[in-house]
């Protein structure tokens, strides 16, 4: 018998002993090897009638907890009432079946998407519960549950970009510094410019960003109490400090990062625009805002459209990236802006003659 397949035995016994102690709860309740079956599938593992009576049969010579009624005939079936059935009597030695499979498929799903949030010191303390995970999805190959990450994928609706070298050494000590509370001492490149200087800053940490391939550590410098975006990667040096950080009054990660996680001012806006009929199509299925209004299509096949939105340096990337399915119409300042964007852009893209 192979390694991988005593495994997957090994495991799966241990799965059906959980099955009959979390069944037969506290009134230790007779548990048919159909109970156990039906539980095991539920859970989606692939599991048969005749494995599952060969692993009991095996199991009662081991664990003195587990009691069987075999109260049936060679068959199985019940010749009194009463099934043959399982229980567990253990009141204090429960057994462990190591990770489940739907543990395992949630595991392995959060280290594929989730793992860049989570805190460095912890991902170290998960890579063998990881490992682990992977391991039980190797074991139940013949589980419709364990394709489930081959049918599952995300895509990102922008241009994918490369992330930054981010030190590592770097990135642990800010996690650590926000899990503790403690300010950070950090020499950073405030910008990219190839004569930029490097500065240094005693930082209040407030929460973690991630936006798209960056990640940003919100935080209030020095004595100031406004709160500001310092990209990770462009931090040179980090050092815990014993000092607590401050804390803003009131501040709230989630409506930071929505108003100021996308840049620009952040203020609040009626948009209003002529989109074309694709566009409007789109726009009825994923809406600018919960308030958005698309009339119907006009004599030039274009529709208006109206929406309050946040005025974000993503909004403007947007409307470029449109072209011409889209023209803003107010406000005036946002159209100005689109208007010279798209001017200075033509002025790359007119003919040699032209120029």
């Not at 996680?261 to 566009?279: M, N, P, V």
Request: glycine content about 4%; charged content about 25%; overall charge neutral.
């Amino acid at each position: 018998m192979s390694d991988q397949k005593s495994q997957a035995i090994v495991q799966r016994r241990l799965l059906a002993l959980e099955s009959i102690r979390r069944l037969s709860g506290r009134s230790e309740r007779w548990v048919t090897v159909a109970d156990i079956v039906q539980d095991l599938k539920d859970q989606g593992y692939a599991v048969e009638v005749y494995s599952i009576r060969r692993d009991l049969k095996s199991l009662l010579e081991t664990h003195q907890q587990l009691e069987c009624n075999d109260n049936s005939n060679q068959a199985g079936d019940s010749i009194s009432g009463l099934a043959h059935g399982y229980r567990w009597s253990g009141k204090d030695n429960q057994t462990n079946g190591g990770i489940t499979l739907p543990e395992a498929l949630s595991l392995v799903m959060v280290e594929r998407y989730l793992s860049q949030s989570l805190p460095v010191l912890l991902t170290r303390s998960l890579h063998d519960i990881f490992n682990k995970a992977h391991q039980t999805l190797e074991l139940h190959k013949k589980s419709q549950v364990t394709q489930w990450p081959e049918k599952f994928c995300v895509i990102q609706p922008a241009q994918p970009l490369i992330p930054p070298e981010l030190s590592h050494e770097i990135l642990v000590v800010v996690h650590e510094a926000l899990l503790n509370e403690k300010q950070l001492q950090v020499t950073y490149l405030a910008t990219i410019r190839a004569d930029a200087k490097q500065k240094e800053y005693r930082l209040h940490p407030q929460g973690l960003i991630q936006r798209g391939p960056v990640t940003y550590l919100a935080a209030m410098t020095n004595e100031y109490e406004d709160v500001y975006l310092y990209a990770l990667h462009r931090m040179k040096s980090a050092q815990i400090l014993e000092q607590k950080c401050r804390h803003k009054s009131a501040f709230n990660l989630a409506d930071f990062a929505e108003k100021k996680g996308h840049f620009g001012s952040a203020a609040a806006i009626h948009f209003k625009a002529r989109i074309c009929d694709h566009l409007a199509l789109m726009l009825e299925e994923t809406r600018l805002s919960e308030n958005q209004i698309i009339s119907p299509v006009d004599d030039s096949g274009f529709r208006k459209i109206t929406a309050d939105i946040t005025n974000t340096w993503q909004l403007r990337w947007w409307i470029l990236g449109e072209a011409d399915r889209i023209e803003v119409l107010e406000p005036e300042e946002l159209r100005l802006q689109i208007t010279e964007s798209l001017s200075k852009s033509y002025q790359h893209y007119r003919p040699v003659d032209d120029k």
